[in-house]
Structure formats: C-alpha cells, structure tokens
C-alpha cells in the first residue's frame, strides 16, 4: 500500500524559500500524477499544483504561479514543490498526494486524488 510522507516545513520569514519534499514507499509513483495542497485553519484544502507521471503536464494554483515550481525523480520516488517569495497568505499545513486515476494529465481537485500524506506545516511570519 502506498505511503506519503512530506517534509521540509517550518517557519520561515515573508520573501523566503521553502523545498517540500513528498516521499513515497511501499509502491511507485511512477504510473500516477501527484498533487500537493495546502489548508490553513478554517478553510478548505485546497490545490496548489500537481504534475503527471512524465512531467508533461504541470499546473498551479492562481496564487502560486510564478512563485512555486514542482518536479519528481520516479528514480527516486519524491515529488518537490519549490516555494520562493513565500508570503502570510502561503501559511498552512500543506500536503501531497496520488491522483487516483492513471492519466497524462493531472488536476489540482482535491477530489481526484485518493492517498494522503499527514501534511507538513509551513509558517511565513516575521
């Protein structure tokens, strides 16, 4: 069965960089697109970006783009988002995970993806 885990949060300072990674075991990630989401308290998780199983499809949120790049090694069967110029708003536990259903394409919908990760917290404050 497959296992999520991110890491890489924590508190950073508003401008700052971040490197989420999302490491998978117990099967491949190479046939399945990966998503990452974030949700901070009192609101619903949200899509940040996802990328399919070649890289050929890459999209992001509205309120990232620009500032977040994705990419995976299926070598090594890890996802990263790369977060610059965080800001408060960026503030949330964010998560990755599997796009349930095998495509050349992926989606930022919360609801096309079914294996979870527990969710790394990121903090932009000053």
């Known amino acids: 069965q497959l296992h999520l885990v991110e890491s890489g949060g924590g508190l950073v300072q508003p401008g700052g960089s971040l490197r989420l990674s999302c490491a998978a075991s117990?099967?491949?990630?190479?046939?399945?697109?990966i998503g990452w989401f974030r949700q901070a308290p009192g609101k619903e998780r949200e899509g940040v970006s996802c990328i399919s199983r070649r890289s050929k499809d890459i999209r992001f949120a509205e309120s990232v783009k620009g500032r977040f790049t994705i990419s995976r090694d299926n070598f090594q069967n890890t996802v990263w988002l790369q977060m610059n110029s965080l800001e408060p708003e960026d503030t949330a536990v964010y998560y990755c995970?599997?796009?349930?259903?095998?495509?050349?394409?992926?989606?930022?919908?919360?609801?096309?993806?079914?294996?979870w990760g527990q969710g790394t917290q990121v903090t932009v404050s000053s």
């Open positions: 117990g099967d491949t990630l190479d046939y399945v697109a």
């Open positions: 995970a599997r796009q349930s259903v095998l495509s050349d394409y992926c989606d930022i919908n919360p609801g096309e993806y079914d294996y």
